[in-house]
Nanobody, 129 residues
Framework: QVQLVESGGGLVQAGGSLRLSCAAS????????MGWFRQAPGKERTFVAA????????YYEDSVKGRFTISRDNAENTVRLQMNSLKPEDTAVYYC??????????????????????WGQGTQVTVSS
């Protein structure tokens, strides 16, 4: 069982920055493919960014490209989402997700919610205009 705990959310003005962290349990974190999703009020949860288990492949949703950066620290069992130039439309609950892919899919990134087996509880990000 993998447990994920997000932190780093909060209230920020438009144009500001936040860094979200997701701490994962387990001794095989380096084998996890990771993702960030978000759910705005009244809307479905959507994909934000994903990182392959290898760490070499990354994919971003179009609206966050150039503003958000996903990264992982295997020594700390942590994945982070650096969010810059925040906009009011980035306001949402942000969720961290993980899955353990087969060895043949070690370099793959996963953008679909249904691919992930483990989820954190979410952290609120509010961007004021």
């Amino acid at each position: 069982q993998v447990q994920l705990v997000e932190s780093g959310g909060g209230l920020v003005q438009a144009g500001g920055s936040l860094r979200l962290s997701c701490a994962a349990s387990g001794r095989t974190f380096s084998m996890y493919a990771m993702g960030w999703f978000r759910q705005a009020p009244g809307k479905e949860r959507t994909f934000v960014a994903a990182l392959s288990a290898s760490g070499s492949n990354i994919y971003y949703e179009d609206s966050v490209k150039g503003r958000f950066t996903i990264s992982r620290d295997n020594a700390e069992n942590t994945v982070r989402l650096q969010m810059n130039s925040l906009k009011p439309e980035d306001t949402a609950v942000y969720y961290c997700a993980a899955l353990i892919p087969s060895s043949s899919r070690y370099y793959r990134v996963y953008t679909k919610e249904s691919a992930y087996d483990y989820w954190g509880q979410g952290t609120q990000v509010t961007v004021s205009s």
